[in-house]
């Protein structure tokens, strides 16, 4: 679908999504969703990643339930007032009214993870109240030693007894805009995103699909969307100044990739 | 733009209708320079007060209308396009300005500009992300503007940009003063502020 051709019937690009993963006020980087590095000021680096042509921002207060809601608020109100490309946010959303004090603090999208497996109509109530658009679904999902897949929440330390297939199909049902899948087994690898999984999603699929876990370089972006993906999602290789937005985005370009174009 | 020489400030009102946050509009209003005010109700006095109406829209079509018609606006806004102001309407608050809309046919929008929004033809909706705008004017042309909608105006011969999603739609329409945009300015980077200066300012 994002493949740069005349006769597509699609002008909407690929997008290119840095994850800003907030603890105590600070963007941090873990390993297998542990081990947190500092990464630096979650505002600085927003700014930074618009001006290198980030299409979007998502940013995951991963300790959000120890840290207290105010505090990711007044990050939002910043974030809101500085940037002029959308984002997303996510951690410690438990109820409507989180979801309506994150909006108001000017953020576009939510994300939900735990609080979806806990309590799916929350789906439903966000996506009726204020359209699919603005929910975001974080599906952690590992690949287990036996083979199987298996969903995880709370920041991926706790393994629930659902059925992968079937709440991908269940949370689209109850509403959700986007998809964002987190292949945990491939998270701070470098092994690439895991494109078998996104290729299971093909390109009817109703709802855009947002690959994240393992992105190592150039080449992985670009796998990841031929094999499904409707936006990469990559947090390390940002953070470490390893590739800039920009540098991911003309490597697409160059395959031949619709992406946005900025700075010219 | 006449009416505006000799002011060095433009005077903007945002018309809040309950419908999302405002934050990044009024940002980008700001920005650009702009006296700005958010207005729930109208008020006669602003025909003389401001130079500029803005009007975004998110959520249904029937909701938008209904909350111009239980705030006052409606009589109002059909006054101020008579008078030849400047009118903008962002996503929803551009569907509106037309005759109706797919997503609830028993709503009645402004009847600004002939004609009605259609469901998007795509398996994926709805269209959410970045897309390269068509259009002939200088401020648009090849520019890539954000997108969050379902439903759009298909045939307007009042067109100033054209994206495709399934089929072509028209990303933005504009007459005299009578602007419309699908997409949302004030979250398309660099190009949208730059847009919003030029309709504003």
């Not at chain 1, 493949?3 to 997008?15: F, K, P």
């Not at chain 1, 993906?229 to 100044?241: E, K, Q, S």
């Not at chain 2, 109700?41 to 829209?57: A, C, E, H, I, N």
Request: net charge negative; with cysteine; aromatic share 8%.
């Amino acid at each position: 679908m994002y493949v740069d051709d005349e006769n597509s019937n699609s002008d909407l690009t690929a997008r290119v999504i840095p994850c800003l993963d907030v603890a105590y006020g600070r963007v941090v980087k873990g390993t297998n969703f542990k081990q947190l590095l500092d990464m630096g000021d979650p505002v600085e680096l927003a700014k930074l990643y618009e001006q290198q042509g980030a299409d979007e921002l998502v940013f995951l207060d991963i300790k959000a339930s120890v840290d207290g809601q105010e505090s990711a608020l007044e990050m939002v109100r910043q974030v809101a007032c500085e940037l002029s490309i959308p984002f997303a946010v996510g951690g410690g959303i438990k109820t409507l009214d989180d979801v309506h004090k994150f909006f108001h603090a000017g953020a576009d999208k939510v994300t939900l993870n735990t609080m979806a497996v806990e309590k799916p109509a929350l789906i439903n109530e966000i996506s009726t109240q204020y359209g699919s658009q603005s929910i975001v679904v974080a599906v952690d999902v590992n690949h287990e030693a036996d083979g199987s897949l298996a969903i995880y929440t709370h920041g991926g330390s706790r393994r629930v007894d659902v059925d992968y297939h079937q709440w991908i199909q269940q949370v689209v049902d109850r509403g959700c805009g986007e998809i964002l899948l987190t292949a945990m087994h491939k998270d701070g690898t470098g092994s690439g995103f895991d494109t078998d999984l996104l290729a299971k999603f093909g390109a009817d699929f109703p709802v855009q699909v947002i690959a994240s876990g393992g992105a190592k370089g150039p080449q992985d972006f670009l796998d990841a969307i031929h094999a499904g993906a409707d936006a990469v999602l990559a947090a390390g290789l940002f953070h470490r100044g390893e590739y800039t937005v920009g540098e991911i985005k003309s490597f697409l370009i160059d395959n031949n990739i619709k992406i946005r174009k900025t700075g010219c | 733009m006449n009416a505006l020489v000799g002011r060095s400030q433009t005077r903007v009102a945002v018309i809040d209708l309950n419908s999302g946050n405002l934050l990044s509009l009024q940002t980008a209003i700001e920005a650009a320079g702009c006296e700005l005010k958010t207005v729930q109700k109208p008020d006669l006095k602003m025909l003389s007060d401001f130079d500029v109406l803005v009007m975004p829209g998110q959520g249904r079509f029937a909701y938008v209308m209904q909350q111009i018609k239980d705030l006052g606006w409606y009589d109002f806004l059909l006054e101020w396009v008579r008078n030849g102001k400047r009118l903008v309407g962002i996503c929803v608050g551009m569907q509106v300005l037309f005759e109706g809309s797919d997503e609830d046919p028993e709503a009645t929008g402004l009847g600004l500009f002939n004609g009605r929004c259609h469901k998007l033809q795509h398996p994926k909706t709805p269209m959410v992300g970045w897309a390269q705008l068509n259009s002939y004017k200088l401020t648009m042309k090849d520019q890539f503007a954000y997108f969050v909608n379902s439903y759009a105006i298909t045939e307007c011969p009042f067109g100033t940009a054209k994206v495709n999603y399934g089929s072509s739609f028209c990303a933005a329409v504009q007459r005299g003063n009578l602007y419309g945009f699908q997409f949302h300015p004030e979250k398309s980077g660099q190009f949208g502020r730059e847009l919003i200066k030029h309709v504003c300012g």
